[in-house]
């Protein structure tokens, strides 16, 4: 079973637009990482942030937590054509890590 | 630096056949996972590996699946028999922190397909 869901599942937007998917998980974690995943290829690491951050950027993402409603979004600025991939959320509760159901983005040259 | 190198990249076997896995993790890197990922979905534990010890194999279907890591360093994932519903990608992943905590380093996976 997975803890944690992202939200939309699919996204579609034009080259320059931002973009934010959120996502929601159930038990109290550690930390939250969002991770990328282009199509037929492994996951790569975006950012982590920690239980105790409520914000956090990395050129041009920027993550929220809100541990009290157990969510996170990432918002994507100024996307591009590259950036078109899955999404997913991690969450670690100190056993293993959780991943979300992941969000689709499609960008739109 | 190499990242973490996975094969066979893809695999069509035919049910009840065996299947193997096999990762080499990031060089100095002691903790080990293994993650199912069926279409649309995302990575499921299977299980982690400390060096050499499985410390959480919980969600691995030990009737079919078993998984060894020799020396602490590569690791094989082997699935006899097949079934018809293990078709998805096997990632392995790897991670220089030992506790739970830190950034994992992907494969890029192996694709099964069991006709």
């Known amino acids: 079973s997975q803890q944690g869901e992202e939200d939309p599942q699919a996204l579609s937007i034009q080259e320059g637009e931002n973009a934010t998917m959120n996502c929601s998980y159930k038990?109290?974690?550690?930390?939250l990482q969002w991770y990328r995943q282009n199509s037929g290829r492994g996951l790569v690491h975006l950012i982590l942030?920690?239980?105790?951050?409520r914000e956090k950027h990395s050129g041009r993402l920027r993550v929220t937590l809100d541990t009290s409603k157990k969510s996170s979004s990432l918002l994507i600025t100024a996307s591009r054509a590259a950036d078109t991939a899955s999404y997913f959320c991690?969450?670690?509760?100190?056993?293993?890590?959780?991943f979300g159901t992941g969000t689709s983005l499609t960008v739109i040259p | 630096e190499a990242g973490v190198v996975q094969s066979p990249r893809y695999k069509i076997i035919e049910k009840k056949q065996p299947v193997a896995f096999w990762c080499n993790p990031i060089?100095?890197?002691?903790?080990l996972y293994w993650y199912l990922q069926n279409l649309g979905q995302g990575p499921e534990l299977l299980i982690r590996?400390?060096?050499?010890?499985?410390?959480?194999d919980s969600q691995l279907p030990k009737d079919r699946f078993s998984a060894e890591r020799l020396k602490g360093v590569d690791s094989t994932l082997k699935i006899q028999p097949a079934e018809l519903g293990d078709s998805a990608v096997y990632l392995c992943?790897?991670?220089?922190?030992?506790?739970?905590?830190?950034?994992?380093?992907f494969g890029e996976g192996s694709r099964l397909t069991v006709l």
């Open positions: 038990t109290s974690i550690n930390n």
């Open positions: 060089s100095g890197h002691n903790t």
């Open positions: 992943a790897s991670s220089l922190e030992q506790r739970v905590t830190g950034e994992l380093f």
């Open positions: 991690a969450t670690d509760a100190g056993y293993q890590f959780y």
């Open positions: 942030i920690r239980s105790n951050e």
């Open positions: 590996y400390e060096n050499e010890e499985a410390v959480d």
